[in-house]
C-alpha cells in the first residue's frame, strides 16, 4: 500500500500547485494531443505488422473460414507434409469436412488451448537426425517444452491425432512424434487412436496405410459424421495449373526463394562460387571435394554444422518426364499453379508464374520413388487397358509394389514406362503436379573449421550411381551427386579423362549459376545449424569414427583443434581418429592432410586406420575400436572423453555403440542392462553424439 499512498500525495501537491486548469491542459495533452484531437491512427507498417502477426493465429482462421480440423505437419524432407496434405484431402474426400493444413512454422502455437472442443487437430511429425525436431518445427518443440499456451498450461480442450516419421536404424527412432505425443497428455490434451509410427527402414507407406485404416473410423466417430453420405468422389487436386501465352511481369526459371526477401538462408538460398576437385584420382568412383565462399552472405557456420545444397534434376529425367506425359512441345509454355481452394495458407507450391520446364528441373522431385496412391491416381489416364491393369495392381499389390517400385528404385516416370512400353500418358497438368513433392535440398556435413575458415565451407560428397538387384540393366544416379559431378565436369572440361553419365542444365535460372567464359560456377546453398559439436572444454578427449565419406565432420573438428592450439595457445586433449576406407592408395580421403594436423595436435592424438581390402579378413573401424578397447574405454570412463560417430546408421553405427556397450561390461563391470544404460546417459549428457544416415 506504500506506492498508491505516496501517489495521490503527489497528484495532490500538483493539483494545488498547478491548478485545476492546468491539470485540464496536461490532460488533453496525453490523452488527444497537441491539436486536442485522437492520437494519430496506427502507421501502415503497424497495421501491415499487426495483420501479420494475426495470421499466425490459427484459431481465428478456422473459425473464419469454418474448419474442424487443422493438420500440423513438421517436415525436413517433404515427406511428412506431403502426408499431412493427404490426409487434408481424405477429410474432404471421405467426410466432406474441409481441413486447414498449415506449416508448423507459419503458427504461433501458444493459440493452441484455444481449439475449440468440437474440433479436431492432427499432427505429422519427422524425427530429423539423432531425435532432434525439424526445422519449421523448433519453435513448438520449444514450447512444449516449457508449455506456456495463450491462457495458461492446459489443453484439456485438444483432441488430437499424431502419425511420426522415423527410421529404426537411429537411436532415437521417432522421438519427435513420441515426446510430442507424451507433452500433449500432460496438458490434458487427449490423443484419439494410436500413435502412429512410420519406419522409413521398411515402408513409410505400408505404415501410413495401416494407420489411416484404424484412424479414419475414429475420427468419423469424434466428428459425428457419416462416411457413406457424405464422400466426395473424382480426384481432388490441391492445384490448378493455368496455362499462359504472355506474362508481363517476372518469369520464374529456377529462381529459389521470393523476390521480395532480402536475407539469404533457407527461404532464399544464396547462390555461392565454388571450387571442385576429385578426392580419388584413377577410381571408377568418384568424391568431389568443394570450397563453398559464402563472403558477403550474411551466412555464418560453426564447426559440424551441415550445408544445404539445392539440387537439380537432370536433363535427362526432365525430357523423359516430358514424353511420358506428351509435354515435349510444351516445355517453354508460362504456367501458374496456384491452390484450389482460396482460402489455403499455401497459395502455390513454388514461386510463380513458371513454365513446365522449369517446374520439372528446379521444382518438381519428379525422381521420388511414387507411392501407392499416385499409381491409383494416375491409372485412369493411362494409354492402354493393359497399362492402366498393370498401375492398379500396383497400387494394391504391396509386394508387386515393393518389387517394381522400391527393390528396383523406379521414379514415377520409369513405372510408367514400364507399364505401357513407353507409350504417352494424356494427364491433366493439375494431376501431374499433384504427383510430386517440391525438390528438397542435400544436407552435408560441413567438413572444414570455422575458426580457420570463416567464410569458406568445405564439403566431401561422393557420386552416387548403382544398378538395382532386380533390374541390374538398369543405372540409378544420385540426383545432387551427379549435379555435383556434372559442374565439376564443366569446370574441368579440358580435362578428357574427366567424363558425365547423365546431362544436367548447369547454367540456373537466366545463367546465374554458370559463366563458361570465366570458368565460374555457383550452386544455391544455405546453412543449417547441428547439435554435432565438439565440448567446450578443449582440453577433454575426443574420439571420432568415421569411415568413408563420414570422415567430413571430422576433418573440420580435427583442423579445428589443430587451430585452436597452433593460433591460440590452447591446450588440447587427446584426438583420436578412426578412419576406413577399401585401400590406401584408392580412397583415402584427405591422405596428404592428416600428417601434419596430428604432428600439430601432438600426445596421444592420432589416425588409426582401417582398409578393408588389403587383408585377407575385412578389417572395418569398429575391430580397430575393439584393438584399442583399454585405452578407449579408460579415455570414456576416467578422462571424460566425447565420442563421435559419423557414417551408415544401418551398421556401422550400431556396430560401434555395441562394442561400447562391451567395453562397459568388460571394463566397467555393468551387466547388459547396466552397460546399456550406462551408454544412453553419454548420449544424454551429449558424450556420444552420431551423426549418421540410412
Not at 527412432?173 to 507433452?183: A, C, G, H, L
Not at 498393370?390 to 510408367?416: F, G, T
Request: net charge negative.
Amino acid at each position: 500500500m506504500t506506492k498508491p499512498t505516496t501517489l495521490n500525495k503527489q497528484v495532490i501537491l500538483l493539483v494545488s500547485a498547478l491548478g485545476l486548469g492546468a491539470v485540464a491542459y496536461m490532460a488533453s495533452q496525453y490523452f488527444f494531443g497537441n491539436n486536442g484531437t485522437r492520437t494519430p491512427e496506427p502507421s501502415k507498417k503497424a497495421v501491415q505488422q499487426e495483420e501479420k502477426e494475426d495470421e499466425s493465429n490459427f484459431v481465428q482462421i478456422m473459425k473464419k473460414q469454418n474448419r474442424k480440423v487443422v493438420i500440423f505437419y513438421g517436415s525436413q524432407t517433404g515427406t511428412a507434409e506431403d502426408y499431412a496434405e493427404r490426409l487434408g484431402k481424405q477429410c474432404k474426400k471421405r467426410f466432406g469436412v474441409p481441413a486447414l493444413v498449415l506449416d508448423l512454422e507459419q503458427c504461433n502455437m501458444k493459440y493452441l488451448d484455444q481449439i475449440p472442443e468440437d474440433c479436431i487437430a492432427m499432427f505429422v511429425l519427422a524425427t530429423y537426425g539423432e531425435g532432434e525436431p525439424t526445422d519449421n518445427a523448433t519453435e513448438f518443440w520449444e514450447l512444449l517444452e516449457s508449455p506456456e499456451f495463450s491462457e495458461g498450461d492446459d489443453l484439456g480442450n485438444l483432441r488430437y491425432f499424431i502419425f511420426g516419421l522415423g527410421n529404426t536404424s537411429y537411436t532415437y527412432y521417432n522421438w519427435v512424434s513420441k515426446t510430442v505425443d507424451k507433452k500433449l497428455t500432460e496438458c490434458g490434451a487427449t490423443r484419439l487412436g494410436e500413435l502412429g509410427l512410420g519406419d522409413d527402414e521398411k515402408s513409410l507407406e505400408d505404415d501410413f496405410e495401416a494407420w489411416q485404416e484404424e484412424m479414419w473410423p475414429l475420427f468419423g466417430e469424434s466428428m459425428e459424421t457419416d462416411a457413406a453420405s457424405n464422400g466426395s468422389s473424382g480426384h481432388d487436386t490441391t492445384y490448378h495449373v493455368v496455362e499462359q501465352t504472355e506474362c508481363n511481369g517476372h518469369v520464374y526459371c529456377g529462381e529459389l526463394g521470393d523476390m521480395s526477401q532480402n536475407a539469404w538462408g533457407s527461404k532464399k538460398p544464396y547462390p555461392a562460387l565454388i571450387t571442385t576437385r576429385d578426392l580419388l584420382n584413377g577410381s571408377d568412383r568418384h568424391c568431389l571435394h568443394l570450397e563453398v565462399d559464402i563472403s558477403g552472405s550474411g551466412m555464418s557456420y560453426t564447426t559440424g554444422d551441415h550445408i544445404a545444397i539445392w539440387p537439380t534434376n537432370s536433363e535427362d529425367e526432365v525430357l523423359g518426364l516430358a514424353r511420358t506425359f506428351g509435354l515435349e512441345g510444351k516445355l517453354d509454355t508460362i504456367i501458374c499453379v496456384t491452390a484450389t481452394d482460396e482460402t489455403s495458407a499455401k497459395k502455390s507450391p513454388f514461386p510463380q508464374p513458371t513454365t513446365y520446364r522449369a517446374m520439372l528441373r528446379h521444382y518438381l522431385d519428379i525422381c521420388q520413388l511414387p507411392p501407392r496412391p499416385t499409381l491409383e491416381m494416375i491409372a485412369p489416364f493411362a494409354p492402354s487397358p493393359e497399362a492402366t491393369e498393370i498401375l492398379q495392381k500396383l497400387a494394391k499389390d504391396k509386394d508387386e509394389y515393393r518389387q517394381v517400385v522400391l527393390d528396383s528404385v523406379r521414379n514415377l516416370a520409369a513405372v510408367l514406362n514400364y507399364a505401357s512400353s513407353g507409350a504417352a500418358y494424356r494427364v491433366p497438368s493439375d494431376v501431374l503436379v499433384e504427383c510430386f513433392g517440391r525438390l528438397q535440398p542435400r544436407y552435408y556435413s560441413i567438413s572444414s573449421s570455422s575458426s580457420e575458415s570463416p567464410d569458406s565451407v568445405s564439403v566431401t560428397a561422393v557420386t552416387l550411381k548403382f544398378n538395382p538387384d532386380p533390374t541390374p540393366e538398369r543405372t540409378v544416379f544420385g540426383v545432387n551427386t551427379n549435379y555435383l559431378w556434372a559442374v565439376h565436369t564443366a569446370l574441368n572440361d579440358e580435362d578428357e579423362a574427366i567424363q558425365v553419365e547423365t546431362e544436367y542444365s548447369i547454367d540456373g535460372p537466366n545463367g546465374q549459376y554458370f559463366d563458361d567464359k570465366l570458368k565460374t560456377a555457383k550452386l544455391p546453398v544455405h546453412i543449417r545449424q547441428s547439435s554435432f559439436k565438439l565440448p567446450t572444454d578443449t582440453t577433454k578427449p575426443v574420439i571420432m569414427v568415421g569411415p568413408g565419406t563420414g570422415v567430413a565432420p571430422f576433418r573440420g573438428f580435427v583442423r579445428e583443434r589443430a587451430y585452436q592450439k597452433k593460433h591460440h595457445g590452447k591446450s588440447i586433449g587427446p584426438t583420436i581418429l578412426y578412419f576406413g576406407c577399401r585401400r590406401s592408395n584408392e580412397d583415402f580421403l584427405y591422405k596428404e592432410e592428416w600428417p601434419e594436423l596430428f604432428n600439430e595436435l601432438g600426445g596421444s592424438s592420432r589416425l588409426i586406420t582401417a582398409f578393408s581390402r588389403e587383408t585377407d579378413r575385412k578389417v572395418y573401424v569398429q575391430d580397430k575400436l575393439n584393438e584399442n578397447a583399454t585405452e578407449t574405454w579408460d579415455l570414456i570412463a576416467n578422462k571424460g572423453a566425447y565420442v563421435y560417430v559419423c557414417g551408415d546408421a544401418k551398421r556401422m553405427a550400431k556396430d560401434v555403440q555395441s562394442a561400447l556397450v562391451g567395453f562397459a561390461k568388460q571394463f566397467g563391470g555393468y551387466d547388459d542392462a547396466g552397460a546399456a544404460d550406462y551408454i544412453s546417459k553419454l548420449r544424454d549428457a551429449g558424450r556420444y553424439q552420431e551423426d549418421v544416415w540410412a
